[in-house]
C-alpha cells in the first residue's frame, strides 16, 4: 500500500514538473515568435544601395525587415578583429591557438586542428577567401575569451555604429534563430569597414589564399566580372538564401550594396550586378535619401549592454551631465585630457582631413577642452589616405561624441588606448 502511493506520488511530481517545464517551453516560444516572427522563413528577398561616402540611399526593397546574416556575420568579426590590430591588442604575425570548439565548426572552413597555432594574417584571409568557419572562431576566442563572449562584444559594436535590429549569437553566421540583421544594417557596416580600416579593408579583395599548401578561391566570384568591385562578403545558409555585400568604386564613387535571398548564387551575383548598374545611372537622383546611422538599442534581447545611446549633448555637443544641471541652466563639461580618440574619416589629402577636423571642433565651441587634431598617413591598397582623429579625449566623451556623429548621419569610430 505504501509502495503504490510513494508511485503516486512520483508521478504526481512528474506531471506537474513535466506541465511546469511544457508552459515554460511555451512561454520562451511566444517570446522567441513575438520578436522574431517576422524574421523571413523563406529566404524573402530584400536589397539595398548606398553612397558610401554620403550615406545616401539609391535604392532599397525590405531593407528594414529582419534576415539571417549568415556569413555576412563575418564583416563584424573582422571588424572587431581590425580594430583590435589597430590598438595594439592583436599582430598580424602573432600566432592563435586552435581550440578544440573552433577546429569542429562546420566547413567552410581551413582545417584547422584542436591545438594547432594559425597567425592572425592567416586566419584573417581564411575568413575572406574561403569564409573558414574555424578561422572566424578562433579570432573570436582570441578577442573574447569565448564565442559567446566574444558575440556579445559583436552586438554591443554593432548598436554602437547605428546597426539597431542586429543580433549576433555566434562569430560564423553558422544557424542560429536568434541571429538576425537587416540589408540596411549591413550596408552601415560595409560602409565602416571601408571607412575605418583603410590599411585592413583590401583583405576582401584577395582573390585567392594558400594555407598548409592547400588554395583557396575567394567566394565572390563576382569581382571576377565586376568592374570596380573589391569586396565584400557573400554568405548562404538555407533560411537565408544567397547573400551578399558588395563594394563599387568608379571614379570617386563608391558604392556599398546588400542583397538578401537569392536563389542561387548566380541568381544573386546578377541581380546585384543589376542593382549597381542601375545605381550608378541614377547616381544624380535627387530622390536619394540619407541612410541615417542612429544609434539605438532597437527591439530584442534585453540582457544586452548598452552602449552609446544614453549619451546626451547640447546642440553644440556639449555633453551634459544631468537634467538637473539643464534645469539650472548650468552645462557640466567633461574634462578630458584622456588616452581615447574618435576617428572622424579617412581622406585623399591632409588638408581635407584638417578640413573635417577644423569644422567638427567649431561645431563644439563649449568644450572646455582642447581636443587633439591628428591626421595620420597610412598606407592602404597601395594608395595613402590620411586619417581624421579628434585625440587626447576621456572615454566617455569619446562615446559621447561618436553618438552624437551617429545621430547626425555620420559614420566614426573610437580609438581605444
Keep these: 500500500m505504501r509502495t503504490s502511493k510513494v508511485v503516486m506520488l512520483v508521478a504526481v511530481l512528474v506531471m506537474a514538473f513535466g506541465t511546469q517545464d511544457a508552459e515554460a517551453k511555451n512561454r520562451r516560444h511566444h517570446t522567441y515568435h513575438r520578436t522574431y516572427s517576422n524574421v523571413s522563413r523563406s529566404a524573402a528577398y530584400a536589397d539595398i544601395v548606398i553612397d558610401a561616402e554620403t550615406g545616401e540611399v539609391i535604392h532599397e526593397t525590405a531593407s528594414k525587415d529582419l534576415r539571417f546574416p549568415a556569413s555576412l556575420t563575418k564583416m563584424m568579426t573582422l571588424y572587431l578583429t581590425f580594430q583590435a590590430l589597430d590598438s595594439g591588442r592583436l599582430d598580424l604575425d602573432q ?6 570548439n573552433a577546429a569542429r565548426q562546420s566547413p567552410s572552413k581551413l582545417g584547422l586542428r584542436a591545438g594547432q597555432r594559425i597567425q592572425v594574417e592567416d586566419a584573417i584571409l581564411g575568413v575572406t577567401t574561403e569564409s573558414a568557419n574555424d578561422a572566424a572562431v578562433v579570432l573570436a576566442e582570441s578577442l573574447g575569451g569565448s564565442e559567446a563572449n566574444f558575440a556579445k562584444m559583436m552586438t554591443r559594436q554593432a548598436q554602437a555604429m547605428g546597426m539597431a535590429r542586429t543580433r549576433f549569437r555566434n562569430a560564423s553566421g553558422l544557424p542560429n534563430p536568434y541571429q538576425v540583421t537587416t540589408a540596411r544594417d549591413m550596408a552601415i557596416l560595409g560602409a565602416a569597414l571601408i571607412d575605418h580600416f583603410p590599411e585592413y579593408y583590401p583583405y576582401f579583395g584577395r582573390e585567392s589564399f594558400t594555407y598548409a599548401g592547400v588554395p583557396h578561391r575567394n567566394h565572390n566570384h563576382l569581382m571576377d566580372r565586376y568592374d570596380g568591385m573589391d569586396g565584400i562578403k557573400t554568405g548562404y545558409i538555407h533560411s537565408s538564401g544567397y547573400n551578399l555585400v558588395s563594394s563599387v568604386k568608379r571614379g570617386g564613387t563608391r558604392l556599398v550594396a546588400v542583397v538578401f535571398g537569392g536563389r542561387s548564387a548566380v541568381a544573386r551575383d546578377n541581380r546585384m550586378a543589376r542593382l549597381l548598374d542601375q545605381s550608378f545611372e541614377a547616381i544624380e ?17 534585453s540582457g544586452d549592454e548598452e552602449v552609446g545611446n544614453d549619451v546626451e549633448l547640447s546642440a553644440k555637443g556639449t555633453q551634459v551631465s544631468s537634467s538637473e544641471d539643464k534645469k539650472a541652466g548650468q552645462h557640466k563639461v567633461s574634462h578630458s585630457g584622456g588616452k581615447w580618440g574618435v576617428q572622424i574619416g579617412a581622406y585623399s589629402s591632409p588638408s581635407v582631413s584638417r578640413q573635417v577636423l577644423n569644422s567638427l571642433v567649431l561645431k563644439m565651441p563649449n568644450l572646455s577642452y582642447q581636443p587633439e587634431m591628428q591626421v595620420e598617413k597610412v598606407l592602404a591598397d597601395g594608395s595613402v589616405v590620411y586619417r581624421a582623429r579628434l585625440m587626447a579625449l576621456d572615454e566617455k566623451t569619446a562615446r559621447g561624441v ?11 569610430m573610437t580609438v581605444e588606448p
Design 95 to 100: 600566432y592563435l591557438y586552435v581550440s578544440y
Design 285 to 301: 537622383d535627387d530622390e536619394r535619401r540619407p541612410l541615417q546611422f542612429v544609434s539605438s538599442r532597437g527591439e530584442g534581447d
Design 402 to 412: 561618436c553618438a552624437h556623429l551617429n545621430r547626425q548621419g555620420k559614420s566614426c
